[in-house]
């Protein structure tokens, strides 16, 4: 089931009704909601059911077993069997394909025949996701961040809750845990806020990421021959505006999605954590990260960056530590070369950035002192750029294109083989980019305000600045609009489903 459908909407209203009527009963009310998630997940597909719930009964134990050993190497001993076990299950169902297909490339340039035994598996929706969650409760059980739970049903619907299960965010045991463990209460200040924050990423995914991905994306990344792609007048230009639709695309499409996942949990009074936070006005690449995927950004950094040295161990350590931190990023997000030459990418810009300032406290200081807005402008276009070519690394459907595409960027004058025909799709392209931009930013605008102002005010609903009516008449010619003009059907997948 899809976020922005008619039937999730149908489900979530569904959901709510179930969660008012079961406030009395607090066990019950756990139980209905679980069952919910279940039946969510495995509108995809029931047999994917098997998988999340043997990771959810292996780490409910473990976790409880770790906390029973005193000794440490035991308590370690333990813990590896549920790190070793799920990167396992992620192995095997996402690259164990990309591997076999990786080492017959590679034993083909030695001069050696290799026939690779494919299994062709259907990937189980947000397994990266699901996987690194709950691996994560285990390992903080492990550090005393927090106590094994003794209620399987609790960690169950820690591990599957539906709002945040396919595409996350990823959240921690210590936040969510919590908050699912009392009781929901369906209050009409939360939904009004979830509803208005739904708006608001429906808006992002229909207005915004599918035209773009529609009208200019599919429109130059879908063609094989390059030649063919950039036959435009501008030559690479055309591809830099693809390459700028597609970042505007992941980002409402990825974003819109977190917003809806809020949205959907608000309404159930749990507050789930911020996963973006304004990413393109980074004035360098390590704010990008600081606002950009946050959810997984820190979990790299907690328990895989940190657990590694961090910075503590010297700073050609400190160097490496990041680059390997990221090339893992890179290959969590697919199993594609391209996906590691993304994380590459962004590995080696945070080198040279980390070597350029390096300290946080220096860079914080050289932030703090860059007054001129003119040069905070150029840093925040600077780091635009390098975040786009990122994309189309991330973008491209195989490594044996980056060379030739990457040229290509650097062609940016006058193609003196364009025809008519081609000079007309050219504009086509970046006429619908600056429509979708303009369209969809004031879409944007007008759901943002309405959702900040429920949040700001809260229970009290009259000081919206709106009478309810008028709130209502205004919501609802939103929803019409997004209905009609964007794409609410099972044909416009999220991006990060395929994660």
Known sequence: MLFCTYPFFVFLALVLVAIRLTERAPRVQKLVLLAASNWFYGYWDWRFLGLIWLTTVMDWGVALLVERQSVVSRRKLVLSVSIVVNLAILGFFKYFDFFQLSAERVLETWGIAYEPWLLKLVLPVGISFYVFQSMSYVVDVYRGDMKASRSFFDFALFVMYFPQLVAGPIERAPHLMPQLAGVRRVRSSNVLSGMLLILLGCVKKALVADVLGRTVVTAVYERGDITAAFAGPAGGAHLWLATIAFGLQIY????????????????????????????????????????????????????????????????????????????????????????????????????????????????????????????????????????????????????????????????????????????????????????????????????????????????????????????????????????????????????????
Not at 297 to 319: C, E, K, M, Q, V
Not at 487 to 497: A, G, H, Q, V
């Open 252 to 499: 409402g499409d990825f974003s819109g999605y977190c917003d809806v996942a809020r949205g959907a949990s608000r309404c159930l009074g749990v507050e789930l954590v911020e996963n973006f936070e304004a990413p393109y006005f980074a004035s360098n690449i390590t704010d990008f990260w600081r606002r950009w995927h946050i959810s997984l950004s820190t979990w790299f950094r907690d328990y895989l960056y940190i657990p590694l040295g961090g910075n503590r161990a010297g700073r050609g350590r400190t160097l490496f530590n990041l680059a390997l931190t990221m090339l893992l990023c890179g290959l969590w997000h697919g199993a594609s070369w391209t996906f590691v030459a993304w994380g590459a990418w962004h590995g080696g810009l945070l080198l040279v950035h980390r070597v350029m300032v390096g300290s946080e406290r220096r860079a914080r200081a050289a932030f703090a002192t860059a007054s001129n807005k003119l040069v905070f402008l150029l840093k925040v276009a600077g780091t635009f750029v390098l975040v786009t070519y990122g994309w189309m690394l991330f973008r491209l459907k195989s490594d044996d294109l980056i060379v030739p595409w990457t040229r290509m960027l650097f062609e940016l004058g006058p193609n003196a083989t364009a025809t008519p025909r081609d000079v007309a799709e050219y504009w086509t392209v970046a006429a619908a980019l600056a429509r979708t931009v303009l369209v969809g930013g004031a879409f944007l605008w007008v759901a943002h305000w309405l959702q900040h102002r429920a949040e700001r005010h809260g229970e009290q609903i009259e000081d919206l600045g709106l009478r309810p009516a008028t709130l209502g008449v205004v919501c609802g010619l939103l929803v019409v609009l997004v209905v009609v003009l964007g794409t609410l059907d099972e044909r416009s997948p999220f991006i990060y489903f395929q994660f």
